[in-house]
């Protein structure tokens, strides 16, 4: 290939910094790390409080000096691929990646010290693994121990998360307010997942997985913090008057606006899903949907793959990863709907990390006990979903089931 060939000439200290995170001795001190059992089972309150601030290089963790060890190791490979980056961002080198946006820098150490904390809360995650089950445990809880044993079970879960953390590095080096959309458009232009195609192969990983966890990698941080551009003040009398007639039409509408959110309030988080991004591309090939006899059917294996790798990775990103950005207003930048497509709907607590990690262990439990009843068709899926909310709540909440609206 001539065009991998040209970026490997014209990129290869980017690549040697990128893949230098993913060098044998990295991997294996990351798997030993996960794979040694905490000497004090973890419990809710200490993972609410050691989790909630970031672990700086060279902190010591109780129980789990390790993992401040492998982070302290991290630190001045991470710190060169984060510099590097920024260096390549403005064509002196390589073409240049333009966005319609100017984003602020953000200081390295800044986005090594969010990259430290996605590595200890992946730590936390896989300790949960090695916990007994109670009949008490909350969604979070649940969720944790499920993703902990599959990570033990099989530690190469643990490579492609601690890729996914790699590749989010991408939003902060665009800068300030840049949107996931953003950061995979970097990884794209600079073709970082062949890289990692061949660090995954490096390690064992075949071919054929790593090409299909890397594009739910992308599906995910391509949603991950939103941008909204803000309309443009109207300066001449046709855009005053314009903007009136919009504010008309808005206001006529009003009434149609409270029902429809009536209506969303009705849909569970998991529904909303689906329904935000049945038509997005990337959303339909993950999940293998297509249509024979007027049926739209998913694929079993494709959505069971799905329903392990992107709530993990949402769950171990930062609250700030699912906010939505605001910008000022751009005539050359694409519209607002179309920058937003297909966006993670905001139905994860932004400020605790176990309060998201609660919603997501929601939305998992209720999307795999959905797929057992779809028949693999995706109006089962929305089907078996609404059943399940139905039913609790006639078992005595009071409120009302979808159909009344």
Known sequence: DVHAAIQDIYLGELYYRFTDLFKRDHIDTLLSVLREEP???????????ARSKPVKAGTVVPDSVSIADFIDSLNEPALNFITTAAQFLDGTQYD???????????QAEQTWTEFAAYLERLKTLVEYGYSAPHRDDKPSIRFMRSVGEKIIARPYIAIFAYAYGALSLLRNIVGADASGLEAKALADHW???????????????SGDEAHRVLEIMKAVLARTSPALALPE?????????????????????????????????????????????YHAEDFRKLLGVNIFEDTIWFNKEAFDEVLLYAPL???????????????????????????????????????????????VGELYEAFAG????????????????????????????GQ???HDF
């Open 233 to 277: 003040e109207p300066k001449t009398a046709g855009e005053k008057k314009a903007a009136r007639t919009e504010s008309a039409r808005t206001e006529s509408a009003a009434s149609d606006q409270a029902l429809t959110k009536t209506v969303a309030q009705t849909l569970s988080a998991a529904e909303t899903l689906i329904l935000e991004n």
């Open 313 to 359: 990775f949402i769950a171990l990103e930062s609250g700030a990863a699912l906010e939505t950005v605001k910008r000022p207003p751009n005539k050359t930048a694409p519209k607002a709907k179309a920058v937003v497509a297909a966006q993670i709907p905001a139905v994860f607590p932004a400020d605790d990390w176990l309060d998201r990690v609660a919603k």
């Open 400 to 402: 009302h089931r979808l």
């Open 191 to 205: 073709n970082l997942d062949r890289k990692l195609r061949e660090c995954f192969s490096g390690n064992g990983i």
């Open 39 to 49: 000497a004090h089972a973890p419990s809710e309150g200490t993972a609410k409080a």
């Open 370 to 397: 959905a797929e057992a009843k779809s028949a693999y068709q995706l109006d089962g899926l929305l089907r078996a979903l609404g059943l399940l909310r139905q039913r609790k709540r006639r078992a005595g909440t």
């Open 96 to 106: 240049p990646f333009t966005t319609p946006w100017t984003f602020p820098k953000i």
